[in-house]
């Protein structure tokens, strides 16, 4: 009977331990639900959803923060403080046209990177198309020298509010990229700031979405505006050529993106490169079908050639604008995506008209500041950096992508309009330059003479 109670009293003993453990779980399991600390995450939280294709296979990915979306307050209360600049100062252009600021943003590790790297990527764009940032900074680890243009109060307030949202959610952006501005005469932005009407969060996985929204907010003026007046691209690149730091500079638009790790390879090859004389050095450039994911390495870029879905840049535009590069050498030579970046060939065939995305010093001749809009912005530059007797040299196995396979269907009428005033430009600079170099390799002077 003794031993039947002390039984009992065992089985009761489990049974209410039992009780204890289960409900001392369900209090624990309850409080880590409700817990708001997003920087100690105790339970594993599903995966986020994907990115669209052009923003996978990215070698340093950065996760949004938490949460990923920024509420319209946040932006609103950080995005009034984020340029450091004093609008009633500024540096002219030559011809009073356009004011500049050096360094209005800073990225949080632009010094230290710009010691660390021996090259930096300039680039330049309009708000419209800064969505792009985005890739290019987790693609490129090195410094990043931006320069922005702005026309009137409603851009300049929707460029801080888009770099404030780039800078909270995405770090390659906030630590890599060093913004500059530059404005024109006639349509002067003013310090006045005033609350955005966002009715809705931004979403840090949506950096194109976010900014369609955001230019939706502009003037119907200022894009009356925008559509008549020429994009001033060569001051944009100056701009930002001239605020890298590092020795060798890398200059693109802000839709090129760089192949992973092209900064690392870069820096190595260019430490080790021996350069007889002047040399630039050509990073081949193609369209990729906006269908397919950005390709990994050299190996992958050319499987998607062969298939149709990638192919040399501006190739069915223009085909002068790259041809000289020589695509189809550089995908016979050897290299591959474990091999270190070197020289594959030479440009033996250079064409005027020739406008490669290329990595030089920038004692290399400044971009024409009188070329604006579309033409003759960027191959007039590349012209005379071949006068001056730069050797341009092919690298392999590095590469860069623009998005989109383009044709010449639905280019607008202002472009030719643009490139017709540029041409006429274009006469008066050829015989600058003879004058400069007294050389005409191109025989540019010689056949206007014969004519």
């Not at 764009?125 to 987790?138: F, G, M, P, R, Y």
């Not at 690149?237 to 890398?250: E, G, H, K, T």
């Not at 050639?305 to 041809?323: D, E, S, T, W």
């Not at 540029?422 to 390799?441: I, L, M, S, T």
């Amino acid at each position: 009977m003794k031993n039947d109670t002390i039984g009992c009293r065992l089985w009761n003993l489990s049974i209410v331990s039992v009780l204890i453990l289960t409900f001392s779980n369900i209090l624990l399991t309850v409080r880590l639900l409700h817990s708001s600390d997003c920087t100690r995450q105790i339970l594993p939280e599903p995966p986020p959803p994907p990115p669209p294709p052009r923003f996978q296979h990215q070698e340093e990915e950065t996760p949004p923060p938490c949460p990923a979306t920024l509420a319209p307050q946040v932006i609103n209360s950080t995005a009034s403080t984020i340029f450091h600049v004093d609008l009633r100062l500024g540096r002219w252009d030559s011809r009073h046209l356009y004011k500049m600021f050096d360094f209005v943003v800073v990225g949080e590790r632009f010094s230290e990177l710009s010691e660390k790297f021996s090259v930096c990527l300039a680039t330049q764009s309009s708000i419209e198309k800064l969505q792009s940032l985005v890739q290019v900074a987790h693609h490129w680890s090195g410094p990043i020298s931006a320069a922005m243009f702005v026309a009137g109060d409603d851009e300049y307030k929707l460029l801080q509010y888009y770099i404030s949202y780039l800078r909270r959610c995405y770090a390659p952006v906030r630590e890599r990229v060093s913004f500059h501005l530059a404005y024109p005469k006639d349509r002067p932005p003013t310090a006045h700031q005033t609350e955005l009407p966002l009715k809705s969060g931004l979403d840090c996985l949506r950096p194109e979405g976010v900014l369609a929204e955001l230019v939706r907010l502009r003037k119907p003026e200022t894009v009356k505006w925008r559509l008549k007046t020429a994009y001033p691209q060569n001051h944009l690149r100056n701009l930002a050529r001239r605020n890298c730091q590092s020795d060798f500079v890398f200059l693109t638009d802000v839709d090129i993106i760089p192949s992973a790790k092209l900064a690392e390879g870069l820096d190595v090859f260019l430490r080790e490169a021996r350069c007889h004389g002047l040399c630039a050095y050509v990073i081949p450039t193609y369209e990729l079908d906006e269908r397919v994911r950005f390709p990994r390495n050299k190996t992958d870029l050319i499987r998607l050639a062969k298939k149709g879905l990638a192919r040399p840049f501006h190739q069915k535009v223009f085909i002068y604008n790259q041809f000289a590069t020589n695509f189809s050498r550089w995908q016979q030579s050897a290299g591959s995506e474990s091999s270190a970046v070197h020289i594959s060939h030479n440009v033996t065939n250079f064409e005027f008209l020739y406008e490669p995305f290329y990595v030089a010093p920038d004692t290399a001749p400044a971009h024409d500041e009188r070329f604006m809009g579309y033409g003759y912005t960027r191959n007039t530059q590349v012209y005379e950096m071949f006068v001056a007797g730069y050797q341009f040299q092919v690298l392999s196995p590095v590469f860069t992508c623009h998005w989109g396979l383009q044709t010449k269907k639905g280019r607008p009428s202002w472009r030719e309009r643009q490139n017709s005033i540029n041409g006429r430009q274009f006469e008066v600079f050829k015989r600058e330059v003879f004058a400069r170099y007294h050389k005409d390799p191109l025989k540019k002077m010689a056949r206007r003479k014969q004519r």
